[in-house]
């Protein structure tokens, strides 16, 4: 028994000998991930304390029409399928990994009928001549013994990737969810700007008829009149235009819903949510690595990166199987389960790397320099996480002064509006003047509608720069 071990473990001890004969190549160390503290952000983050968003973000604004159509949206939704499907691929790429780490038994069996050559040189007994039927039946065992932990580092690398499109997944979620609010949220501007774009109109119908008075009774000139007569055509063509980007907002929001654009028409004016007081979490650069979904499937891609340079890296080293085998062969089928019959095998299989003009050192540099890309792909997604928290941050501080100068602005003009109307009418300005003051009076009703759907939009886009509700 003693000598059936020995004779084992031999080609074991003579392929440890023997492994400096190849080796991966010392190319120094791999980069690493940058961390978040090495990024310069304490200024830029600067806000009133908040919190992050619920996993149920959008129920914060208490509109029943925006929960609907983002319900809708991940439900019925290509992307999503697609981010599910992809998971789904990856844990079977795992289940796929994990199978190589065990043992595998195979059985098998042959029926045949054959006849063995008499001029082969091979005497042949006068009992085999001729044509006879032969069975064989094997029980298999395999086993790698992975010494180098190949397949475990393949594991590591196949769970990493499926924890990356798990991350996708929510990623999709994210961006899916949030597209539908904003294009929620440009609605509702677009409706506000339509609104403004309707006093227009009746501004310009007024001062018309206004003018066509004064026309008749000799107050001003047909030049004037003329040019009054232009606006309300050109109020009409810009509620137009203010329809038709209504209408293909609809358009990307049936297409959002995963519907066709008849969808879309179906969405009545919504209303105009009340955003949540701003604010930022204490803990929000930290907070980022775990909360945003891109982040974690960048870090996870890292990960598994890191662990494919293992797999490379074990493959210069000798690869052992532990192989055996069982059976019964018979000449004559009717032979096959008597005495005699039986076969077997046990022992190692060795495949060890010695020369093959360069290619694994091919793989390990290749695997290194894709560990680099995930690397740097970590660190592009990072800086750019926090550059979206850093714009929503900027246009929240400044939107808050936008609005009081734009509240202001209008009740000026308002007042400067009434003013040259009062002058006009008593002969002491020309309508030129009036044209000018309405004209202002227009444009900052319009701005205002815009900045105040603009504090949606930027919440919106705060829920999108914070992942969204993401646990951790």
């Known amino acids: 028994m003693r000598d059936l071990v020995v004779k084992a473990l031999l080609p074991i001890m003579l392929a440890a000998l023997v492994t400096g004969c190849a080796t991966p190549p010392d190319d120094g160390p791999v980069a690493n991930v940058k961390p978040v503290t090495t990024y310069g952000h304490e200024a830029s983050f600067a806000a009133p304390d908040g919190r992050w968003p619920a996993p149920r973000w959008w129920q914060a604004y208490s509109d029943p029409k925006l929960d609907a159509l983002i319900e809708e949206a991940l439900r019925n939704a290509p992307s999503m399928a697609q981010a599910a499907a992809r998971f789904r691929a990856a844990e079977a790429m795992t289940g796929a990994a994990r199978a190589d780490t065990l043992p595998s038994i195979s059985i098998d069996g042959s029926p045949s009928i054959s006849r063995p050559s008499t001029r082969s040189g091979i005497p042949v007994l006068p009992e085999r001549q001729g044509y006879h039927?032969?069975?064989?039946?094997?029980?298999?065992?395999?086993?790698?013994?992975?010494?180098?932990?190949?397949?475990?580092?393949?594991?590591?690398?196949?769970?990493?990737?499926?924890?990356?499109?798990?991350?996708?997944?929510?990623?999709?979620?994210?961006?899916?969810?949030?597209?539908?609010?904003?294009t929620y949220a440009d609605i509702v501007r677009l409706y506000n700007d339509r609104d403004v774009l309707e006093q227009t109109l009746e501004v310009r119908e007024k001062t018309l008829n206004i003018l066509r008075s004064r026309v008749r009774h000799g107050y001003d000139s047909d030049a004037d009149l003329a040019q009054a007569e232009a606006g309300p055509p050109a109020a009409r063509a810009d509620l137009a235009a203010a329809d038709e980007a209504i209408g293909l907002a609809r358009n990307r929001l049936s297409a959002l819903l995963g519907a066709g654009p008849d969808r879309g028409a179906h969405v009545v004016r919504p209303g105009t949510p009340l955003p949540p007081a701003f604010g930022l979490p204490g803990d929000l650069a930290s907070g980022l690595l775990g909360r945003r979904p891109d982040i974690r499937a960048a870090r996870y891609r890292v990960e598994a990166a890191g662990k494919l340079i293992k797999v490379a890296e074990a493959g210069f080293y000798p690869n052992v199987n532990l192989l055996g085998l069982i059976g019964l062969e018979s000449l004559g089928l009717d032979n096959l389960l008597n005495g005699g019959s039986e076969v077997g095998s046990a022992g190692p299989a060795i495949d060890l790397p010695i020369f093959d003009g360069g290619r694994r050192r091919a793989e390990y540099r290749g695997k290194r320099a894709q560990y680099e890309i995930a690397v740097a792909s970590y660190d592009e997604v990072l800086t750019q996480a926090l550059r979206e928290v850093a714009d929503v941050v900027v246009s929240s501080r400044q939107l808050a002064l936008r609005l009081a100068g734009a509240e202001d602005a209008l009740r000026a003009t308002e007042r400067a509006y009434r003013l040259a109307q009062l002058r006009y009418q008593q002969g002491a300005t020309d309508y030129q003047s009036v044209l000018i003051v309405e004209d202002r009076l227009l444009e900052r009703r319009r701005v205002l509608a815009a900045l105040r759907s603009r504090r949606f939009i930027l919440d919106v886009a705060l829920v999108r720069s914070l992942g969204g509700g993401t646990a951790p």
């Open 133 to 182: 039927d032969y069975g064989s039946v094997h029980l298999g065992f395999a086993w790698e013994l992975d010494l180098w932990g190949r397949n475990r580092a393949a594991l590591a690398a196949a769970t990493s990737e499926a924890e990356a499109a798990r991350a996708d997944m929510a990623a999709a979620q994210l961006a899916l969810s949030t597209s539908v609010a904003a």
